[in-house]
């Protein structure tokens, strides 16, 4: 049976995660597998990758071809190293031990240029971070300045109401005292006439009756005089 040690696709959309098995060559490529052998999630960075090497090496002895992106993997972590210095252990080329220290020398090394890759994007990243916060204040305090200038224009246009607003002020008592002596010279004119109506009115009155005894006074002496004559 033709083994193949290839990527079965995990995860989300957008956020792809892979296993790293060895299968059959004929099955599916997310269908059964024969072993799991590690993971990688292309979406850290640097990109995770988690291998069990000693595994990976034994079905690679025992005639498991990897695919293209399976062998980048399996060098990357030190496997395909691994499978080369156990070749030339066999052949008697160089001895286990020695085989073993080339693979802990070279892992040293991977990890250290692993570890300062880490800490070259932490510090881009810090520095990126430092730049857009300087932008912000920047721009933080541009609105702030632009802010203050409008105010001030603003204050400036209302000094010129507020200087205006005095004089019509000073003016009001005045208008309010030649109102108030037009209204007490009204009154003074009005009051007399006011007092004087009475007395017109008991006038008026009085004159009615005086006219009504003259006419009784006259009619009764001339019905007197009529009546003598008739007794005669």
């Known amino acids: 049976m033709p083994v193949k040690l290839r990527l079965q696709r995990h995860g989300k959309k957008g956020k792809p995660f892979y296993w790293l098995v060895a299968a059959d060559s004929r099955a599916k490529r ?40 399976a062998r980048n993997l399996l060098s990357y972590k030190g496997a395909m190293l691994k499978y080369h210095l156990n070749g030339g252990v066999r052949k008697g080329a160089l001895t286990q031990e020695a085989a073993d ?10 990890e250290a240029k692993i570890q300062a890759k880490k800490e070259g994007l932490t510090k881009s990243e810090a520095e990126a ?10 721009a933080s305090e541009k609105r702030l300045a632009a802010a203050a200038a409008e105010e001030a224009e603003a204050v400036a246009e209302q ?19 030649e109102e108030a002596a037009a209204t007490t010279e009204e009154a003074k004119e009005e009051t007399p006439a006011e007092e004087e109506a009475p007395a017109a009115e008991v006038k008026a009155e009085e004159a009615p009756a005086a006219e009504a005894a003259a006419e009784d ?4 002496e001339g019905k007197t005089d009529a009546e003598e004559k008739e007794a005669e």
């Open 30 to 69: 997310d269908g059964r597998y024969l072993e799991k052998l590690g993971t990688y999630n292309p979406n850290t960075n640097p990109a995770t990758v988690i291998i069990d090497i000693d595994r990976a090496v034994n079905w690679m002895e025992k005639g498991a071809q990897p695919t293209d992106t």
């Open 217 to 220: 006074t006259p009619a009764e």
């Open 101 to 110: 220290q080339k693979l802990a020398e070279w892992l040293k090394e991977k």
């Open 159 to 177: 000094e010129p109401a507020a200087e205006e607003a005095p004089a019509e002020t000073e003016a009001a008592p005045e208008e309010v005292k």
């Open 129 to 138: 971070a430092a730049k857009r916060l300087a932008a912000e204040k920047e």
